[in-house]
């Protein structure tokens, strides 16, 4: 029987990586493999998972590497210990492939870790979901016009964003660091797999240049998000006889384009309203009239009401890798506007949406209305039909499980072995 590590910070499904790496592993096991999952247990706790869980230290580790962080710029430099432990527990384990999606998130020595996974012959797949791994801090450097990571980091512009540092400005140190860690893997051992066509041309650039990229996009659960009747999500939100332009995120920053949105807002017309999901209160405050600001949704299947409600959904994010946001609002049979940022432009096409250049909130409002001049009845069979043959998250597993199989064959081969 084949086995399959996964490592991450947080498990939970309401985290996008934590769903994916979830669902990655009951396919494995649903091939008959056995599945691990490794994750920060300082920052997560224990959530229900099929796969067997491995706990890498604990809330105290989570706060001291948090504390290095803000204090040194150090992040991915503490937890030694707690990683050398994990590193004993990979080696009891000996899975055939090690998948790793992040690991910033205050939980592991990347240089401890890097050290054996560069001497071990185990093949490894690292699905980038953002930038940090090839910078020397920031996980994006788009709103900041940042190129510095192309030749090596230094003065860093984002210091003071996630991971945050308060005093010390390491990026030049850390991008030598990263670079000297990531880099010692085999070229035949280490298989990128960025989510978006945008991360692979930019990390064709940088220090990794030289390995084996494979573009596997996100995918969706098209049953859920699907479109669906409206009436409930119009009589909770009182939106009868309003043109409902929709903005979904986690967290809303103007990187995000929650100042766009507000600028939005004053040229809207008396009939149409802008709703944004994921507001805070400080936020809502700031929020004007024709604006409304929903904290979340009360599950799943309302949110995709309200992408079904939607006239349009607007996506004014100025930095971004491969949004899911987009996604499921195609799925639910809604068009994309978004701006032409990194990979968020990657699922509009022509029977999808719209992109506009960065900045211009005021063609983001003019082509939601010219989507709106089509109709839904237009727009709905194209957007569900894109979305089952792009986005259904069974194919997109599947992608990696092909991968797996690829690399344990290469791997059996090239050390003459049989497969187990």
């Known amino acids: 029987m084949k086995t399959l590590l996964q490592i ?14 979830q669902e990655i592993g009951e396919l494995a096991m649903q091939n008959g493999w056995e599945s691990y999952i490794a994750y920060g247990k300082g920052r997560d706790g224990i959530k229900p998972c099929q796969s067997r869980l491995i706990p890498i ?57 890097f050290d054996y996974l560069s001497k071990c012959g185990i093949p490894v797949v690292w699905t980038v979901h953002d930038c940090w791994l090839y910078t020397g801090h920031c996980y994006y450097y788009s709103y900041a016009g940042c190129n510095r990571w192309q030749t090596g980091c230094y003065h860093c512009p984002q210091k003071n964003e996630f991971p945050a540092s308060l005093f010390f400005d390491r990026s030049a140190w850390n991008y030598a660091d990263k670079q000297a860690a990531f880099a010692s893997m085999p070229q035949d051992k280490l298989v990128i797999v960025p989510v978006s066509n945008w991360i692979k041309e930019e990390m064709r650039y940088s220090f990794l240049n030289g390995y084996d990229f494979r573009v596997i996009h996100n995918g969706i659960n098209t049953d859920v ?15 009868a006889g ?5 903005g979904v995120a986690s967290i809303w920053s103007k990187e995000k384009g929650l100042d766009d949105f507000i600028q939005m807002a004053n040229l809207l017309n008396d009939d149409e ?22 904290a979340r949704t009360e599950n799943v299947h309302e949110l995709a009401g309200l992408y079904s409600l939607a006239d349009a959904f607007i996506n004014p994010t100025w930095q971004d890798n491969y949004p899911t946001v987009n996604l499921e609002a195609i799925a639910c049979g809604t068009p994309v506007v978004t701006y032409r940022t990194g990979g968020s432009v990657e699922a509009v096409t022509a ?24 109709g839904k ?9 894109y979305a089952l043959a792009h986005f259904r998250k069974e194919d997109r597993y599947a992608d990696y499980f092909r991968l797996y199989e690829e690399l344990t064959a290469r791997h059996n081969y090239s050390y003459g072995s049989s497969p187990q």
């Open 8 to 21: 991450n910070p947080v498990l939970r499904v309401s985290t996008s990586t934590g769903r994916i790496m």
């Open 57 to 113: 230290g604990n809330r105290l580790d989570t706060l001291w590497h948090g504390l290095e962080t803000r204090l040194f710029d150090r992040h991915g430099l503490a937890s030694v210990q707690a990683t050398r432990t994990f590193v004993k527990q990979i080696e009891h384990i000996a899975p055939d492939i090690i998948h790793i999606h992040n690991i910033h998130g205050y939980f592991l020595n990347y240089q401890v870790l």
């Open 225 to 239: 998000f699907r479109i669906c009747d409206t009436r409930n999500v119009v009589s909770r939100y009182g939106t």
């Open 242 to 246: 309003k043109h409902v332009l929709l």
């Open 273 to 294: 309203l802008i709703v944004l999901v994921g507001i805070k209160p400080k936020e809502k405050r700031m929020l004007p009239p024709n604006i409304l600001g929903i």
């Open 351 to 374: 029977e999808t949406g719209i992109v506009v250049e960065q900045g211009n909130y005021k063609g983001l409002l003019e082509a939601a209305r010219s989507i709106r001049r089509c």
């Open 377 to 385: 009845e237009y727009w709905q069979p194209l957007c569900r039909e």
